[in-house]
């Protein structure tokens, strides 16, 4: 069984748009991501949603908002899709809030990826 | 600016033989320090992580890496690879802005 899954695994669409990605996880984790990859596989982490709190908001456009109707689904919709929105968006969750500086010191709350999802706008 | 560089693009192995995967950065502080490896259709998994202590860092799998200063490199090892290893390989580096830049990783190809 898959840990994090995501739905779709390619999304192609027009400029100005709007669109959902979805992101579910089996794993029984309070804590949810979204990344974004751009094209030199830079990840840069956008939303993570804690208890279906929001927790962190790294300066992302307001088109981005995060929907977690509970706490195995968190998904991201986009409004008014831009070129620069291409990318791979990843979805992760944890067992609990977990910041780059506290991975690598924590143990047993290691961030599960989803595949991916690779969106182009046209 | 933080950067990583994974040198190759692909590389292929025979079974069983031994394994290092190149990794190098750029970062002004001290970085945190990850491996990931990605199946066909899977998600990222996280192998092994390094911040601090002993420069040889054990991970899952049998991977091992090293980090060195001197060279700015966190180079990926495993003494002999299994058909299952065939995978892409991200290097990543951490920083305290709770970002995480990859390398463009490396595929790895295994022949029997």
């Known amino acids: 069984d898959t840990a994090v899954s995501q739905t779709p695994k390619y999304l192609v669409t027009q400029m100005g748009n709007d669109k959902s990605i979805k992101c579910e996880q089996n794993?029984?984790?309070?804590?949810m991501y979204w990344y974004k990859q751009d094209s030199k596989k830079f990840l840069k982490i956008m939303f993570s949603?804690?208890?279906?709190?929001?927790?962190i908001n790294e300066t992302v456009p307001n088109r981005f908002s995060p929907k977690s109707p509970d706490k195995a689904h968190l998904n991201l919709h986009i409004n008014s899709l831009e070129l620069g929105d291409s990318a791979v968006y990843f979805c992760?969750?944890?067992?609990?809030?977990?910041?780059?500086?506290?991975?690598?010191?924590?143990?047993?709350?290691?961030?599960?990826f989803g595949p991916g999802t690779r969106l182009t706008v046209l | 600016a933080q950067s990583v560089t994974q040198p190759d693009i692909h590389i292929t192995v025979s079974e069983g033989a031994s394994l290092e995967l190149r990794c190098n950065y750029s970062?002004?502080?001290?970085?945190?320090l990850f491996w990931y490896v990605q199946s066909p259709g899977q998600g990222l998994q996280l192998l092994l992580k390094?911040?601090?202590?002993?420069?040889l860092v054990q991970g899952i799998k049998g991977f091992e890496a090293e980090f060195k200063r001197s060279q700015s490199s966190f180079n990926l090892r495993k003494p002999s690879v299994h058909w299952s290893d065939a995978a892409e390989y991200f290097c990543?580096?951490?920083?305290?802005?709770?970002?995480?830049?990859f390398g463009t990783g490396t595929r790895l190809t295994v022949i029997p």
């Open positions: 992760a969750s944890s067992l609990y809030l977990a910041l780059v500086s506290e991975l690598v010191r924590s143990q047993g709350n290691e961030q599960f």
């Open positions: 794993l029984g984790h309070d804590t």
């Open positions: 949603y804690n208890n279906k709190e929001l927790i």
């Open positions: 970062y002004g502080a001290t970085p945190y």
């Open positions: 390094y911040f601090s202590g002993d420069t």
């Open positions: 990543a580096v951490g920083t305290g802005a709770n970002n995480l830049f």
